[in-house]
């Protein structure tokens, strides 16, 4: 079994990319945005909690997220592998999946990193924010509080994983064919998968 995380900033392309990976490796891909947006549009009681969160460019507090988390792992623990796309995003979040997936036996085998300068990633959040319908990528004010949450609580983990030796970075920029490219390519680099 082997369990990928693709980290990178908003907008880095990391839920395009993971549709490929999951469907190439079939992986089970969880991305924790989806799963709040979800929670949202259903009005759950989690749903409502996020979005305070979400509407501001903020981050969703570690145990709501830990929990969904750790519940959606359980409810899909015949999968092949995971590939976790938006978590983790601080370090209490990183090790609590690792010590999560050690106690069920599994581990994070790469963390795969997609780098795009922080102009370009503007202007594609901006671009999606046309059709997406998504509140945090439509004002400019709450994109850089989402960068600022990234600079604060997540950019920690590029050391955390590279202490692991499991930080794996990938030119985030080119098409999304060429992307997915370098994706494979470093994929199947890994051996034996
Ligand atoms: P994303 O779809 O990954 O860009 O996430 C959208 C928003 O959902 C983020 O700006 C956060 O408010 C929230 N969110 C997603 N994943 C997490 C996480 N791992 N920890 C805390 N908040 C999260």
Known sequence: MKNFVLFGK???GKGTQA????EKYELYHISTGDLFRKNISQNTKL?????????KGGLVPDEVTIKMLENEIKDNSKSRGFLFDGFPRTIDQADTLDKYLHSINMQINATIALEVDE???????????KTSNRLDDQNIEKIKNRFNEYNKKTSTLIKYYKDQNKFFPVNGHGSVDEITKRLFDLIDSFNPL
Do not use: T, V
Not at 19 to 22: A, G, I, R, T, V
Not at 119 to 129: P, T
């Open 10 to 12: 908003p907008g880095s």
């Open 47 to 55: 749903g409502l909690l996020a979005k305070s969160y979400m509407d």
């Open 119 to 129: 102009k370009e990633l503007i202007s594609r959040i901006i671009d999606r924010g």
């Open 19 to 22: 549709k490929h990976l999951s």
